[in-house]
């Protein structure tokens, strides 16, 4: 499946009910209604990856062992990823795969889910607030990526230059690569983003990409990581077609949930 051009996109594949909700709060969403072949686009313009290059990187698997979104390890029981990623399938069903390159090796660890913490204002990606933390069910040795402070504001300046990392299609109905991928992309002003995106909001947003387009996460990157300098940023959310001129990417503004994930953190685990 792929989008139409003006359509928005959220960047992983979702359950139909999801799909419903979503395309009568947003309009006409292109989301797909399955994990099956072609349906998920990832990086566009990125390279291969070195999973030891990025040890916070994970990704999720359903309940058919279908990649279908990404995350960032925060603690050793912590995993940030997209509130629509959390809850695309079934806490029972969801699996966190952590310290894998290739998706169809054995290397790492496949861990279960027992909790998931949502930002309690989350309706759909195109209103905001689209991160979520889901607590694994065992302690895992991957090193951590940073989380922003609140007040870490020259993190986002326009220009600054960031890495998003996945492990979708390398285009638009191309071929899913089953490695990690990773790509740098630029930070992109408030302004610049609410000229492009009318649903854009500078509090719970951050938009990244070139202006000729070329280079941008899709669907299948969902909740991965958008760093700088080992600190998470952003975490991918949805867009407007993929890598797209003037149409940069739609990230979750981490620093605004700071506080707020290490208080769960510190409620939950003590850590």
Request: net charge negative; proline share 5%.
């Amino acid at each position: 499946m792929s989008c139409r051009r003006g359509e928005f996109s959220v960047f992983t594949n979702i359950r139909r009910r999801l799909v419903i909700a979503l395309t009568v709060l947003a309009g006409a969403l292109c989301v797909p209604a399955s994990h099956g072949a072609g349906a998920a686009q990832p990086i566009v313009g990125g390279t291969a990856a070195v999973i030891d290059d990025h040890p916070y990187a994970v990704f999720l698997v359903d309940g058919r062992g279908d990649q279908y979104c990404g995350g960032a390890v925060i603690s050793p029981t912590e995993v940030l990823t997209a509130a629509h990623c959390a809850l695309a399938v079934r806490k029972s069903d969801l699996r966190v795969v952590v310290g894998r390159e290739h998706v169809d090796s054995r290397q790492g660890e496949e861990l279960g889910v027992s909790d998931i913490w949502v930002a309690p204002g989350y309706r759909d990606p195109l209103s905001g607030e689209d991160i979520a933390v889901l607590t694994l069910s065992e302690r895992v040795s991957a090193s951590a990526a940073r989380l922003p402070d609140s007040a870490d504001s020259e993190l986002y300046e326009p220009g600054t230059m960031a890495t998003v990392v996945g492990w979708g299609r390398l285009y638009e109905n191309g071929p899913k690569p089953g490695r990690l991928h990773a790509a740098e992309v630029p930070m992109v002003s408030d302004s610049a983003c609410a000229d492009v995106f009318r649903s854009f909001d500078p509090e719970t947003m951050v938009c990244a990409g070139y202006a000729e387009g070329g280079v941008d996460a899709c669907q299948g990157d969902s909740g991965g990581p958008l760093l700088v300098d080992g600190t998470v940023v952003g975490i991918v959310s949805w867009g407007d077609g993929c890598a797209e001129a003037g149409k940069p990417g739609v990230y979750t503004r981490v620093s605004t949930y700071t506080d707020d994930i290490e208080s769960d953190l510190i409620r939950r685990t003590g850590e």
